[in-house]
């Protein structure tokens, strides 16, 4: 049984695995650089260095969200929401790790460093 492909059948297979294989490397390459806070709000994104210590104002529609950066951690510590989550997650240290204020719609999360960590329960 013969599949019947041309040329330019190859070529789109080749291509679509390319593509495919770039994505994949961009995606989960870690970078290797210093580690920082991501900051969203709808004001927009804003990145700040673990290395020095300071208090985050984020403006959201029900008020001001508080994140304090200190000896290499952040952590929300001030929020307008009713059932305070985003700041019961305690302190954000490695890559990848995240809270957020859903009310109002304040994201944060660790970039940066290397994006290799040990199994948790999540990837388990």
């Known amino acids: 049984m013969r599949l019947g492909l041309k040329f330019f059948d ?15 490397v961009y995606v989960y390459a870690g970078s290797n650089g210093p580690l920082r806070v991501r ?5 927009g994104t804003f990145m700040y260095s673990l290395e020095q210590d ?5 403006e959201g529609p029900i008020g001001t969200t508080y994140v304090e950066v200190y000896d290499g951690h952040a952590a929300v510590v001030e929020s307008p929401c009713a059932n305070k989550l985003c700041i019961q997650v305690g302190e954000l240290h490695e890559h990848g790790d995240w809270s957020a204020c859903m009310p109002n719609k304040v994201f944060v999360q660790i970039e940066g460093g290397s994006s290799e960590s040990e199994v948790d329960v999540t990837t388990f």
Not at 10 to 24: E, G, K, P, R
Not at 54 to 58: G, K, L, N, V
């Open 54 to 58: 300071r208090r985050i104002a984020a």
């Open 39 to 43: 900051v969203q709000t709808e004001e």
């Open 10 to 24: 190859y070529i789109a297979i080749i291509f679509s695995l390319l593509v495919t294989l770039s994505i994949a």
